[in-house]
């Protein structure tokens, strides 16, 4: 039997509690989806902002790139928090944390009181990453884990598809201050829910010592320490942070996130103003086409953690079918440059939405690849490395969009990267981890 650490099945477990892995997830994807919308509000409402206070393109890339730095600044804290105080409790911390900072965005009325709200949500959805995946990642089967990364994922794009359907309709009826109250406040009732559903339940028995030996997997039970593994921290010892910064796996994950992470904030944050100023759509309009979008973004999440999955099943090994995924999420980014040049909106719109899908199946890739090469007490500080390179790059992007915005009005060189990105990044990923082999992770504990 494992440790409670490990995340591993426990033999005792009911069946009640094998199908309360999938409400964990539901939770998890639900954190995903709030979390998405309070991050992407203000570029839907961006043109009604850029009017009441006369923002200029720098302007507002100072405040959605303030939000960037503040997440990369606070990732490897956040990291350890959750490694340290584990999910039970860090995760509805962190939610009520970012709803708080969401609602003051209501409150604010110049530039720099965006700026502070935006840091805050920034410091505070930093937890978000490395809760989630360390959930799955202690409460799931390495076999389960890509599916389980993919549906995640579709959090975070569920989120972006519901925010342009329901944003214009609040702010149009209500404005734009009450807007951010509302949605900032869904984060609370969240909160309620993982409280009220994620206990310690006496049925299950306390896990063994972490010295006891794991049993091999096919003897082992479908079902998971769920409960346990998610209302108490972990008991074993954490590593140093110098053992994970010399390890080259680590680089590589950030290495990827370095190179990726920037495309899907720069299409996050500045894709309502591209539909704005190339294709004059507005607040009214735009909502249903980045809803389109971002559902073929859920799509590419749930394919590209189905793909990993099927591959396997078919005698596909864990290094190839890993890899051979992440290959097909670069190659389809790489038409994303045809959005500029088409004539209809609706074209463009059906590119961009393909190049979200594609980076949502590397994306999951990544964060898979995350748990196949660690052990679940390391894949906090991990992701959050990751994360923090990741939001740097992404600051960095956002800035060079405003400036690149405001002296040439073209968009293209941010489109030629976004283009190649992925393969780079799969080229690192190639150097550095030349063979993913998932008993290292164990061996690591």
């Known amino acids: 039997m494992a440790t409670e650490a490990s995340g591993a099945p426990a033999r005792d477990a009911s069946p009640a509690l094998s199908a309360f892995r999938w409400v964990l ?50 990732y490897v804290g ?93 702010a149009l009826s209500l404005g734009w201050r009450t807007t951010f109250f509302v949605t900032g406040a869904a984060g609370f ?109 859920m799509l590419g999440s749930l394919a590209g953690g189905a793909l990993p999955t099927w591959l396997m099943r078919k005698g596909v090994v864990l290094n190839a079918a890993r890899k051979s995924s992440l290959l097909t999420g670069a190659i389809l980014v790489t038409p994303m440059p045809l959005a500029l040049i088409v004539p209809e909106y609706w074209q463009a719109m059906l590119i961009v939405g393909f190049t979200l899908a594609a980076h949502q199946v590397f994306s999951v890739n990544v964060f898979s690849l995350t748990t196949d090469l660690f052990h679940p007490t390391r894949v906090g500080r991990v992701i959050g490395i990751g994360a923090l390179v990741g939001n740097l790059a992404g600051f960095a992007m956002l800035e060079i969009t405003g400036w690149v915005l405001e002296r040439t009005g073209s968009y293209w060189p941010m489109f030629l990267y976004c283009a190649s990105a992925y393969l780079v990044g799969l080229l690192l990923i190639q150097l550095l981890v030349p063979k993913i082999d998932a008993q290292d992770a164990e061996r690591a504990a």
């Open 189 to 297: 009732v969240w909160a309620v829910l993982w409280f009220t559903l994620v206990r310690k339940p006496s049925r299950v028995s306390e896990p063994p010592p972490p010295s006891t030996v794991e049993a091999p997997d096919h003897v082992q039970s479908e079902t998971e320490s769920v409960v346990v593994a998610a209302s108490t921290p972990s008991r074993v010892p954490l590593v140093p942070w110098s053992v994970l910064l010399r390890d080259r796996r680590t680089w590589a994950i950030a290495g990827v996130k370095l190179i990726v992470d920037p495309v899907w904030w720069f299409l996050l944050f500045w894709l309502p103003d591209f539909m704005h100023r190339v294709f004059q759509l507005d607040l009214r309009t735009f909502g249903p086409p980045l809803a389109v979008i971002y559902t073929m973004a």
């Open 25 to 74: 997830l539901a939770l998890v994807v639900l954190a995903g989806a709030l979390n998405y919308v309070d991050r992407q509000i203000i570029a839907l409402l961006k043109p009604v902002l850029s009017e009441e206070f006369a923002w200029t393109d720098r302007d507002y890339a100072h405040i959605v790139s303030a939000f960037q730095f503040a997440s990369a600044a606070a």
């Open 78 to 170: 956040a990291g350890w928090f959750i490694d340290r105080i584990g999910v039970r409790w860090g995760y509805p911390i962190a939610v009520i944390a970012w709803s708080i900072a969401a609602m003051a965005h209501g409150a604010a009325r110049s530039v720099f009181q965006f700026i502070v709200a935006r840091v805050v949500l920034g410091a505070t959805e930093a937890a978000q990453t490395p809760a989630a995946v360390k959930t799955l990642a202690e409460n799931f089967a390495p076999r389960e884990r890509s599916l389980a990364m993919g549906i995640m994922n579709c959090g975070a794009n569920m989120g972006a598809v519901v925010t342009p359907l329901i944003v214009p309709m609040l």
